[in-house]
């Protein structure tokens, strides 16, 4: 059976600079894709050049004609060249641990498709159309999470993602799991025989952290906006104060997410009868009062991580790359994931410092203060209430701290010396996300017990609030007595999940309009 693509509008890659929200917007729409005149007239001069430089076997050229690491002192014969490039998918490809997810292994394809398309890495236009069909047919290749040490670029996963143009491997399609053979039996395609360079082009790079990365940042944008909103809903619950959100306290200490943290808070509650009645209390805990300035701190390290993520999207991170215009072949180290891991690792301490003043403001929430009842329940004694989903929570923060340590700082040899030192950024990476869901169930826990505390307040909230939890209430009822709290926690984050940045990002704009 031949696989047909249907016709519809590709998006065309053609050397332009592709910003973080048009990938997004390209990758979640699952538009099909094409090479451009412009990036085909690259590749082939690329390649032309490429071919033209190694006829003559004398000169020794990193990858094309030596082999690989502490090995590039070995020469390899014209006759080997091929065999060469298959021998390193195939020897690289050792990735252990769980399979990455289907998501992800895609934008790793898309991402090779870009940095391929630049022109820079001597492989021919057949092979980079291999790659678009595979991504436009939906055939994702089997990768696995663990092997990577982020310099030489992401070598164990690209060489899964790679094994299956030469027919080894796996791959998904269609919901089953084929090999590499069975799926060009399938589509009637042949293996790929490499040429020269073509196995390091495939491999060398950073489409795993970038890929990881990037959609991290995209998480990481879903829960800022989130989180906003539900540190609102707190204040409100806890009837707390509005003047810490004032507009002079931020332009005295101008950062710009601390500004733009207060200006949401104090639209969002600009109505609310709770928030402007009297008070007895003069101030309120940090948990609340100094939003502004833990969030706002998110928001600036966000802003530089997806700064780093944007460059990496559009970056050639081959070795060797062939210049063309200046006629040279050159090594050097653009595979090297140092800024990606640094970022990575500042992205995992921000986000978990979301989670730790979230579980704060819930702690506050059930400490029967403030009018509230102990752990938000009318009949405390008998029912325990939210007693136990702060526990919960707490643990979640405790295993952020502990994974938020930099993996960036740390480095161990490898290749007999010659790759002496290594990012870990694909680790930092796989951390940071499994910081991300965890910031997103304890921001679950905080929404929870916001919405059970205001139903406790007499006076009328804000209607940017009510229109917030309005979804979330149609699952999620008052508690009069206690129930299997994990269920409503898992709808709420549930919830979230199905819910698209763009369209958080509209609802904050209508609710406080």
């Not at 080997?80 to 990455?100: F, R, W």
């Not at 269609?174 to 082009?201: F, M, N, V």
């Not at 509005?242 to 507009?247: Q, V």
């Not at 010659?418 to 169930?441: C, F, P, Y």
Request: net charge neutral.
């Amino acid at each position: 059976m031949t696989v047909k693509t249907k016709q519809m509008k590709h998006y065309i890659i053609d050397n332009q600079y592709i910003n973080s929200d048009e990938l997004e917007h390209i990758f979640k729409q699952k538009q099909k894709i094409r090479l451009g005149e412009n990036a085909r007239q690259k590749i082939k001069s690329s390649y032309e050049f490429l071919q033209d430089s190694i006829r003559d076997n004398r000169r020794s050229v990193y990858g094309i004609n030596t082999g690989f690491g502490s090995l590039s002192r070995m020469k390899i014969k014209p006759e080997n060249i091929q065999l060469l490039q298959e021998n390193l998918v195939k020897s690289h490809a050792c990735g252990t641990g769980p399979e990455l997810d289907i998501e992800t292994v895609r934008l790793m394809l898309l991402l090779k498709i870009i940095t391929l398309a630049k022109g820079f890495s001597g492989v021919p236009c057949s092979t980079i159309e291999r790659l678009i069909a595979f991504y436009n047919e939906g055939i994702t290749p089997v990768v696995y999470e663990n092997g990577s040490l982020g310099a030489s670029g992401d070598l164990a996963p690209l060489a899964h993602l790679a094994l299956p143009l030469i027919g080894y491997g796996e791959v998904y399609y269609k919901g089953k799991k084929y090999t590499g053979d069975e799926i060009h039996r399938i589509t009637g395609w042949k293996p790929i025989r490499l040429q020269a360079k073509e196995g390091l082009a495939l491999l060398n790079g950073t489409q795993f952290m970038t890929a990881l990365g990037i959609i991290n940042v995209w998480k990481a944008e879903k829960l800022d906006l989130w989180a906003d909103r539900i540190a609102a809903l707190s204040l409100e619950a806890y009837d707390g104060r509005i003047e810490p959100f004032s507009e002079i306290v931020q332009q005295i200490r101008p950062y710009p997410g601390q500004d733009e943290t207060a200006r949401r808070i104090r639209m969002q509650l600009a109505d609310s009868k709770i928030i402007h009645r009297e008070k007895e209390h003069v101030q309120d805990p940090y948990s609340f009062r100094c939003v502004p300035q833990v969030h706002g701190a998110f928001k600036d390290a966000l802003a530089y991580v997806k700064h780093v993520f944007t460059v990496e999207i559009n970056a050639v991170t081959d070795n060797p790359i062939i210049d063309t215009e200046n006629k040279r072949i050159i090594s050097g180290g653009n595979f090297h994931g140092e800024p990606l891991a640094m970022a990575s690792d500042m992205l995992g301490i921000a986000v978990s410092e979301l989670a730790n003043i979230s579980e704060r403001r819930t702690y506050r929430l059930i400490s029967g203060k403030r009018g509230l009842p102990p752990y938000l329940t009318p009949n405390p004694g008998l029912n325990s209430g939210l007693m136990i989903p702060q526990y919960m929570a707490a643990s979640l923060v405790n295993q952020n701290k502990q994974k938020a340590a930099p993996n960036s700082v740390d480095s161990i040899e490898s290749s007999n010396g010659q790759e002496d030192h290594v990012s870990m950024g694909a680790n930092s990476v796989l951390k940071t996300r499994d910081i991300i869901k965890n910031t997103q169930t304890v921001l679950s826990v905080e929404l929870l017990t916001a919405m059970q505390a205001l139903y406790f307040r007499e006076q009328k909230p804000a209607k940017a609030t009510l229109s917030f939890i309005k979804k979330y209430r149609k699952e999620i009822p008052f508690l009069e007595n206690d129930d299997i709290l994990y269920t409503h926690i898992n709808k709420i984050s549930e919830i979230f999940d199905n819910e698209s940045r763009r369209k958080v990002l509209e609802e904050c704009k209508d609710e406080i309009n």
